[in-house]
């Protein structure tokens, strides 16, 4: 456990990054898998230092901060420039997958006016990033992130949703390095 007190005067960031028209994706493990280990190589090799994480069916809430050379804003298209081509190729190649065409022709659709982008586009434009810089605010935020899959009737009890940094919290080992607050 840390003292965020100390740590408030650098930059730390409640995000959302949300995908295309909020489809349902990350209903299936196979996705899930890619963000996790995503969020792994940016904590391992890009300075990502995560407080609070929970991923839903369609969006990712996160408390976190960066060190070293990369900034937030870096990391943040780093990682959804490689989850965009990891989700496309691995759902292009899912022939099991019932919503494949339908999700394909929403991710290439959102893609089609945009000139960064070749085929599809996976995440929505831009980065929600917003400054924490009250401790009132931080809890708030973490309050926050392990209540959603409560509000949305996923499971009864935060620490139960394996996508969430709420089991670290609880005295246990989540899926991702958190650094608790």
Not at 26 to 35: A, E, G, L, M, S
Not at 76 to 93: A, G, P, V, W, Y
């Amino acid at each position: 456990m840390i003292n965020i007190q100390n740590r408030i005067t650098q930059d730390i960031y409640f995000t959302t990054t949300t995908v295309v028209d909020w489809v349902d994706i990350f209903t299936r493990p196979r996705y899930k898998h890619i963000i996790i280990e995503s969020l792994q190589y940016c904590q391992q090799n890009k300075g990502l230092l995560i407080y609070a994480w929970v991923l839903m069916s369609n969006h990712l809430h996160m408390i976190v901060s960066a060190e070293g050379e990369n900034t937030m804003s870096d990391i943040l298209r780093d990682f959804k420039k490689h989850t965009n081509k990891e989700i496309i190729s691995s759902l292009e190649s899912d022939i099991q997958e019932s919503r494949r065409e339908w999700m394909l022709n929403r991710f290439e659709y959102a893609a089609r006016n945009d000139k960064k982008i070749k085929n599809y586009r996976f995440w929505q434009d831009g980065n929600d990033m917003q400054p924490i810089y009250m401790y009132d605010y931080l809890v708030q935020k973490l309050n926050y992130i392990h209540q959603n899959p409560v509000i949305a009737e996923i499971v009864d009890k935060p620490e139960e949703y394996k996508y969430s940094s709420a089991i670290d919290y609880a005295g246990g080992k989540g899926l991702l390095n958190v650094i608790i607050v």
